[in-house]
């Protein structure tokens, strides 16, 4: 089976949008910006994607350009205007950020409540210790992905590949608060196929084409490929797709995977963050 | 090898005194306020413990014993008065709590620089992102023994039992900053012994007396036992210590293993609290 997160969004997009619709009866319209600091070109592609994403389901959205010689205070204070205005509900600092700048010291700025990629150290700590607020979207994705298709994950054996900010480390506590068995694996792990192979549940967040071979896969995985890495005109992913599904249960193509489903992630949790903000008391 | 916590708590504690000595000279006397809430006899002595360590060093301590019945907003309020006096660098929230007051709100109403236990979920969050603060004392001692033992963490396997907020889950994220490769297993694990048999350092921290057995553990495994539980007069650990010392490197004893490594983690913490708090400019 192809597990086909195009799809999957496209319910999370319709879900979400009856929420907004809720909101709109209430006269409130969630607002979300993205900071785009330099003219990356990868990050110019991301930060449209998402802003047409916003225009599918209904979120206001704009774009904050700043230059990429811009300081950390400049940015800092870009960032502290935002969390003051009423009509945002929701910040996104796009990434990488250019040479010299301080990524961490930037997310830490944004007010956690409108921090909808759920990097901000507040909402990152309260998800380790099992308070789930804003969390991380690909994680979140995948968490969802596994819901949808009916998959107990207590007492599972997750296996993840990477262990990064953004994906390894926060799916393994996300995991671990749904008492799943978890392994995080990496680029020093001495015998990855080793720990791949117990994996039911498989997560391959590490960049690095075809490393994911179907000798690898345990019969009935479940396989997600977080990987995008750029070949020629061709974005592929970590995962040897054909042969490896040949023995899992299910992949998440490259594109059309996990990547659509961390775009629903992040307009879904934009809404959760204009509820909490504008909550009846 | 019996891994002598006791040895190298002490040796941590001779540290700390020097650190103490070089407060002095500028003046300043480290502070620690235990708050303990009702009157939970093993609290109780913990809380003794943690006091008479800080005479060993040289820390001014007091303990602000609150009653039982105390309310959520009282007990805030106290927390946000210590927060304010300039002479108490750290505080420390033993628990558990009483029925019906809730920890996770208490621990955040901490002052993150005064948060020696590591608990606060902005310390927590900046610890899953890597950039370690003021850390969980417990997690904080076996990654410190392991250091003195020379153990090397990049790429070792590392297996925790118990995912607990206080060791399970900050250790995994600390033993992943290290670059190890981690499995996280807990009572919903189904196959325990497959998991902890891959273990080059194995962490048990379950709570069950005698749950690991000699045939468990790989050879030449160092064994962390976390375990505490009372059985008749005894204090007893998770581990099976004799038989398990037959095939393990290193094994910490209960008592005298991570209880006193734990401790002198928690006054070294409360001396950087200290130091971070009276930085000169």
Redesign the interface.
Known sequence: MIIDGKAIAAEVEEETRARIKELADRGIKPGLVTILVGENPASQIYVRIKHSACDRVGIRSENLNLPKDVSQEELLEAIRGLNKRDDVHGILLQLPLPEGLNP?SAMATIDPIKDVDG?????????????ERLVPCTPKGIIHTLDRLGVNL??S?VVIVG?S?VV???L??MM?NR????????V???DLAA?TRQAEILVVAAGVPGLIKKEMVRNGAYVFDVGTTKVGDKIVGDVDFEPVMEVAKGVTPVPGGVGPLTVSMLLSQTVTACEMQTEEK
Do not use: D
């Not at 990097?119 to 308070?131: E, K």
């Not at 008492?179 to 990496?186: D, F, G, L, P, S």
């Open positions: 961490a990097f901000h150290p507040l909402n990152m700590g309260s998800l380790l210790a099992g308070a207590e007492g054996e262990h900010n390894g480390k926060p393994a506590a671990l008492n799943a068995t978890v392994q995080v694996c990496h020093f792990t001495k720990h």
